[in-house]
């Protein structure tokens, strides 16, 4: 099939998006080949999430195109050899850019590198267009080696799959939802457990749900249940949770301190880049803490204006499938004008 691009309309319009899983060997070289065969038993089993955040962002990337009326079609490889002048989408792993061979001008990410020190000369290749980013931090991050190559994006929310519950009986004061990645132990001394003593202290009932131990169904039932999210978390490109509790109408208090946590940034930067663990966000959703020192203030802070927040209008209007597609389209076809003005200038 061929395919042409029509400027003048996005619905119609075909989008060609790639996605390979993200893998990474954890404990031994190679091991990811027996993680691969073993995680269909795994997932039978184990009530925790399927699809991890690389293939979430890929499914909400073909919704969000999908409902807008773009005609998606995914690991077409045959589709793209035959129109080698159209752009395609690569989502996922570096595994994908590693093994990609087809001649199309392309649009990188999201999710592709953690940091731009991975492949510093990812743009060498003329075949490479730009690179999409989630939030404004891994923006500013990006646009540090990869100059004038970067567009923000973000992931829409689905406000139906995840209802306002504030009219919902409420029987906890907050959710602590706890994602902290590294150092969990250290950070249960310094950073939890300070937290709980002092909603404790406050006679503020609390119940803790950990990342990546729970399923859709069980936070869903725990957020019904919640006044309020108490968000732990180093940093996060999108952070999907928060934004679903939100979109339940749940206000969030935020442990936000300001800096990425990834080890990795000791092997291509001589600081830790500016980082938040809660990248959309306003006003309107809650209210932010550095640590354990400044948590009793801003609780107070918070606790004072929670009549006042309105954190699902926040994702209604800020975050969206209609503005996700929007931005992508954008991006995506920016390629075909370029290209098809290189070929009319030779």
Request: some cysteine; aromatic content about 14%; glycine content about 6%.
């Amino acid at each position: 099939m061929r395919l042409n691009y029509d400027a003048t309309q996005a619905a119609g319009n075909h989008v060609l998006l790639f996605y390979k899983q993200h893998e990474v060997d954890r404990f031994v070289p190679g091991d990811r080949y027996l993680k691969r065969m073993v995680r269909p038993l795994y997932n039978r089993f184990h009530s925790g999430p399927k699809v991890n955040g690389f293939g979430v962002n890929f499914e909400m990337l073909c919704r969000g195109l999908a409902e807008a009326g773009f005609i998606v079609h995914r690991n077409d490889y045959a589709l793209a050899r035959d129109n080698p002048d159209y752009p395609v989408g690569l989502v996922g792993g570096p595994a994908l850019i590693e093994s990609w061979r087809l001649p199309n001008p392309a649009i990188l990410g999201p999710t592709i590198y953690d940091q731009p020190g991975q492949a510093p000369r990812l743009f060498d290749d003329p075949r490479f267009h730009s690179y999409i980013c989630l939030a404004d931090w891994m923006y500013d991050l990006f646009e540090t080696t990869y100059r004038g190559r970067c567009t923000k994006w973000h992931a829409g929310i689905d406000t139906e799959a995840w209802p306002d519950l504030a009219d919902q009986r409420k029987e906890i004061d907050f959710l602590i939802y706890d994602k902290v990645r590294w150092d969990h132990d250290q950070y249960t001394d310094s950073l939890i457990e300070p937290v709980r003593r002092e909603l404790d202290r406050r006679g503020l009932t609390h119940e803790t749900i950990r990342y990546l131990r729970h399923d859709h169904a069980t936070f869903k039932r725990q957020l019904a249940r919640s006044r309020s999210l108490l968000f732990l978390c180093e940093n996060e490109t999108q952070g999907i949770a928060y934004q679903e509790a939100m979109a339940s109408g749940l206000p969030v208090l935020a442990w936000d301190r300001g800096y990425w946590a990834d080890p990795q940034w000791r092997d291509h930067l001589e600081a830790p880049p500016a980082a938040s663990s809660v990248p959309f966000f306003s006003n309107a959703c809650g209210e932010r803490f550095v640590g354990a020192k400044d948590f009793a203030e801003k609780l107070d802070l918070f606790q004072g204006r929670w009549a006042h927040y309105r954190p699902r209008d926040y994702v209604i209007q800020s975050l969206n499938f209609a503005g996700s597609a929007a931005l992508y389209a954008n991006a995506y076809f920016s390629p075909i004008e370029a290209f098809a003005g290189a070929r009319a200038a030779a």
